[in-house]
């Protein structure tokens, strides 16, 4: 009950989110004609003859991205409460978060400064 | 106490935060970083050990709302964290393992380490406990991976990061089971619910064990020791010798916080306490405590490299320290802390041996030490502080180790029940012996026509600490009276 | 219909950590962990936890997944990775899951739990983030060290990694 009424919107979104690809695959599946033939079995590539292989190896820059990624987004999560409150919380809970920032940003110098962000 | 209230007494804390920021700053803007960086950290440590032993109110307040306490206890682990890390910022610069463009961070994993420890050792609640420790791991994990382009050393950090991840979060579901029975995380909170209500001794077991499981890791003890001998001996030299007694003296003050507050009551004899809510965690610790220092000791037996062989020996060490947190008594506690002391002088020397014979030959092989004593004058005088060393992890007098054992196993007999584990411990200290000897024996009585391995040398720097390091071994077997007073202020605590 | 979605959330959450534990493929396995991240962020929801869930979806989903998927993606031939660990015996891992698995399921459901009535699902962020700042203060500003640290570490680990190469 506590879920259905409030969070109704949530699971209506999912439950479309859902329905959505089942239904484009599913009418596809019945409606449309099926001829294999070589042409097809061929991988797709945006009407591009494929290059190599598709299992081809990431930089592990992404890899070094991703983890700063989550870094920022765990700082963010912690950020969130405060600015909600920000009006109440007044000069001292100013203070406090500044000291987290301050903290924070230190990090984001370093990083910056050592060139992590650059993909060179 | 109220959180800006209790800034005045949190001075040591954030001024080792201000040295940790200062020195990840500081490396921004060098290119020869060495030798300022390290001034910078033996700077602002030795400030913040002023500032420890300055802070008013050490005779026992809980600040930032029950967060952290300041006792004796936790300034007596505050000193040993910020020794050590002194002691290692000065080993690193005798070492050549960590290249001096990436010394700045290294610095800087150290200090966080010891800001970590020291608030480890003072946590009073189970969410700063677990966040401390993971702010002791993180740094470590690095660390222990800092050797660039070596293997080993990359696999020495993953198998610790992967260890490290699993116990702790063993860790955090025993502190979720714990919680959902006495619905609190501070350790006067879970002490007062338990003798309150028996909520179930099984789940109080169950996530004893889980929390054990962290803290276990943390200080390498049985079944959680696997992780130890390869990242001390992948790991870089200093950072081994920080291991092995930083993060573990820090995994100790906690758990003995944790198990003398939040799981013993006191019981009117002011000497002891006894353990709550029917479980018997201290047959737990004991068992744990026999099984660490015999595969230890056993297993050390077979070692060639030489920082496995005192990894083994550490976790050993761990196994004996246990037996101070079984007494569950106040000489027990003393014992343990008295322990501490002669282990950071015996064992940082040690190491600081096996850093200088490394740069020195590039070998960490025990059979490379052959007649090291009879090299040069100064390759006699290492050898002879290596056995100071060697001898006091045995136990044998005149040392500290021997003092500190006697003790150890004074606050075991004491208590009545555990003597079992007290004829375990000498046994143990009998089989570690020929481990020891072994090392001692082949810088001494083989090769004593050595000369033509070539002379042997030490830089000034590691004259010194060693001749420290090795008259403080030598002295707190005989004059262990200081030691023994000042233990036993930080150790009377939780006991009356 | 609580009971049922409360269910539902908790089976998908066992079977996604099955499927990460048992599948052979590497990739099958981080999107299990998918469906296991997202029923338990449902099960914040059930528990009136809704700044968790959020945080459950942004960080885990969003974050955590897509790193391992990326650590999945830069490691050349993962499906033909050998496990080289002898020690690796399945007969005693279920031997060990069954006794450990049932002692743990009897003594949860023997236990007398600390329980309280359901909370109406109210907004949560605001009193957290008062709970930040006053109560939790010095965790919540050691937390920012730990960050800060866990980031440095993140780059001395990668950019090694990137040298290497």
């Known amino acids: 009950m506590l879920a259905a009424s409030k969070y109704a919107p ?101 990083v910056w400064k050592k060139g992590a962000l650059e993909w060179e | 106490m109220a959180n800006v209230e209790s800034l005045r007494y949190f001075l040591p804390e954030l001024l080792l935060t201000a040295l940790v920021l200062a020195v990840f700053l500081v490396d921004l803007g060098l290119k020869r970083k060495k030798v300022p960086i390290a001034t910078l ?80 050792a003072s946590s009073n609640h189970m969410l700063m406990a677990f966040l401390t420790l993971e702010l002791v791991s993180v740094p470590c994990y690095v660390l222990a991976g800092y050797i660039s382009r070596s293997r080993r050393s990359s696999e020495a950090s993953l198998k610790y990061v992967i260890f490290g991840a699993a116990s702790s979060g063993l860790m955090v579901y025993g502190i979720s089971l714990l919680f959902g029975v006495t619905g609190s995380l501070s350790f006067e909170g879970i002490r007062d619910a338990l003798s309150a209500g028996n909520p179930g001794e099984i789940i109080v077991l169950i996530s004893l064990i889980f929390i054990l499981a962290g803290l276990g890791y943390k200080i390498a003890v049985f079944p959680f020791h696997m992780w130890c001998p390869d990242v001390y001996e992948g790991a870089p030299t200093p950072i081994t010798a920080f291991l092995s007694v930083g993060p573990k003296a820090a995994g100790f003050a906690v758990l003995v916080r944790m198990l003398h507050v939040a799981f013993s009551s006191s019981d009117g004899a002011a000497a002891y306490l006894t353990d709550i809510s029917s479980v018997d965690w201290p047959f737990l610790v004991a068992i744990i405590s026999a099984a660490t220092m015999t595969i230890g000791n056993l297993l050390a037996i077979n070692q060639s490299n030489i920082k496995r062989l005192l990894a083994y020996s550490s976790i050993a060490h761990a196994g004996y320290l246990l037996m101070g947190v079984v007494a569950l008594s106040q000489l027990g506690t003393q014992a ?82 555990f003597i079992w584990l007290a004829i375990v411990a000498i046994a143990n200290s009998v089989i570690s012996l020929y481990y020891y000897a072994r090392i001692i024996k082949v810088m001494f009585l083989r090769g004593i026509d050595a000369e033509d391995l070539g002379g042997f040398v030490s830089s000034p720097t590691t004259i010194t600490l060693l001749t420290i390091l090795a008259v403080g071994t030598a002295v707190s077997g005989i004059f262990w009276g200081p030691i023994a007073r000042w233990v036993s202020h930080s150790a009377s605590l939780f006991f009356g | 219909m609580g009971e049922i979605v409360f269910i539902a959330l908790a089976v998908g959450t066992t079977v996604g950590a099955g499927v990460v534990a048992f599948s052979k493929n590497i990739v099958y396995s981080a999107f299990a962990l998918l469906l296991s991240f997202f029923c338990v962020a449902g099960l914040y929801v059930f528990l009136a936890a809704d700044f968790v869930a959020a945080t459950q979806v942004i960080v885990y989903i969003g974050g955590i997944l897509v790193l391992i998927l990326f650590g999945v993606m830069l490691t050349e031939k993962i499906e033909k990775v050998n496990i080289s660990n002898q020690a690796l015996k399945p007969f005693r891992a279920w031997i060990l899951l069954i006794v450990s698995g049932g002692i743990l399921i009897a003594a949860i459901v023997k236990t007398n739990w600390i329980t309280k009535a359901p909370l109406p699902p109210t907004p949560t962020t605001g009193e957290l983030g008062n709970a930040f700042l006053t109560r939790y203060l010095l965790p919540f500003e050691i937390a920012s060290v730990l960050l800060l640290v866990a980031l440095i570490g993140a780059i001395i680990a990668g950019r090694k990694e990137v040298r290497r190469k």
């Open chain 1, 10 to 110: 949530v699971v209506l979104l999912f439950v479309i989110a859902l329905a959505i690809p089942v239904l484009m695959i599913g009418i596809a599946t019945i409606v449309g004609p099926r001829r294999l033939g070589v042409k097809k079995k061929v991988p797709f590539e945006c009407g591009t003859e494929p290059i190599g292989d598709t299992r081809k190896r990431f930089s592990v820059r992404f890899f070094l991205v991703a983890l700063l990624f989550i870094v920022f987004d765990v700082e963010a999560v912690f950020i969130f409460p405060w600015a909600v409150l920000f009006r109440q919380l007044g000069l001292f809970g100013f203070i406090e978060m500044a000291v987290f920032l301050f903290i924070l940003i230190l990090g984001l110098v370093y």
């Open chain 2, 41 to 120: 950290m033996v700077v602002g440590l030795l400030v913040s050990l002023y500032a420890v032993l300055k802070t008013p109110g050490a005779e026992g307040v809980t600040l930032f709302l029950g967060m952290v306490s300041l006792d004796p206890f936790s300034v007596f682990f505050k000193v040993i964290f910020i020794v050590t890390a002194v002691l290692v910022t000065l080993f690193s610069m005798e070492s050549d393992e960590v290249e001096e463009k990436n010394f700045g961070e290294y610095m800087g994993f150290i200090a966080a380490t010891t800001l970590g420890a020291v608030l480890l």
């Open chain 2, 336 to 417: 343990l802390l008295f322990y501490f002391v002669v282990y950071l002088l015996m064992n940082l020397g040690a190491f600081l041996v096996v850093l200088n014979f490394r740069s020195q030959t590039r070998s960490e092989q025990i059979g490379d030490y052959t007649g090291l004593a009879w090299r040069s004058p100064i390759g006699a005088f290492v050898a002879v502080s290596m056995a100071i060393f060697l001898f006091s992890l045995t136990g044998i007098p005149p040392f500290g180790g021997f003092i500190g054992k006697v003790y150890l196993f004074a606050s075991i007999i004491q208590g009545e029940r």
